[in-house]
């Protein structure tokens, strides 16, 4: 069973920057796309971003396109979330997430069965 843990998040002022972390463990993901979801208080999860396996391939949601960078450390096994210019609407807990299959990709919620526990992401004006 794959486990993903989230860290990273905190308190940053408007203008600033953070980086997320998701390392993966418990079976190999080798082939997976890792995907990044966030979740503001009363909204429904959305999308923000994934990335291949081999980091060749990535996607973004358009609120964060130009500011969030997503890369991926093969050897720890850890994929990694760069946010810079964050703004208050960035504030959400964020998550990290994996499809059931290799080679899947998706901006949906339901296109992901793994999911780690969320890192809390805060940005005052």
């Known amino acids: 069973q794959v486990q993903l843990h989230e860290s990273g998040g905190g308190l940053v002022q408007a203008g600033g920057s953070l980086r997320l972390s998701c390392a993966a463990s418990?079976?190999?993901?080798?082939?997976?796309?890792m995907g990044w979801f966030r979740q503001a208080p009363g909204k429904e999860r959305e999308f923000v971003a994934f990335i291949s396996w081999s980091g060749s391939r990535t996607y973004y949601a358009d609120s964060v396109k130009g500011r969030f960078t997503t890369s991926i450390d093969n050897a720890k096994n850890t994929v990694y979330l760069q946010m810079n210019s964050l703004k208050p609407e960035d504030t959400a807990v964020y998550y990290c997430?994996?499809?059931?299959?290799?080679?899947?990709?998706?901006?949906?919620?339901?296109?992901?069965?793994?999911w780690g526990q969320g890192t809390q992401v805060t940005v005052s004006s």
């Open positions: 997430a994996l499809p059931p299959a290799p080679l899947r990709a998706g901006v949906r919620s339901d296109d992901y069965d793994y």
């Open positions: 418990g079976r190999t993901i080798s082939m997976y796309f």
